[in-house]
């Protein structure tokens, strides 16, 4: 069985267009020895959504964060939002974080609006 495939070009673009060769039937029955192969869904990410309003410090975020285990000690992440200059440009709303996340990831995450 061959195909053949024929372009046409004209000012609105190219288009193909293929053209079988022969006149037999394509067999649509699997073979006998075909594998059935079942496509297993990539891991799942669990994320967290943490709200942050404007009474929210730098250490209630932190903890907020504690608490879902999004990070592994409050008071380091706070140091570290200030050594980042983070702490300052928190942004309102819903965050939504996933499991895993560094700490940049988490500030990047953070600081968007």
């Not at 380091?76 to 700490?103: C, L, W």
Request: glycine residues 6%; negative net charge.
């Amino acid at each position: 069985m061959g195909l053949f495939q024929a372009f046409n070009i004209s000012a609105s673009g190219m288009t193909a267009e293929r053209f079988r060769t022969d006149t037999q039937q394509e067999d649509t029955q699997p073979a006998a020895d075909a594998k059935q192969e079942t496509v297993e869904p990539q891991d799942a990410v669990t994320t967290y959504t943490i709200s942050v309003t404007s009474q929210d410090t730098c250490r209630t975020i932190a903890e907020k964060l504690k608490a879902l285990n999004l990070v592994d000690d409050a008071e380091q992440f706070r140091i570290y939002m200030g050594q980042k200059g983070a702490d300052h440009f928190i942004a309102d709303g819903e965050h939504v974080i996933p499991q895993g996340a560094s700490y940049d990831d988490i500030i990047t995450i953070l600081t968007q609006k």
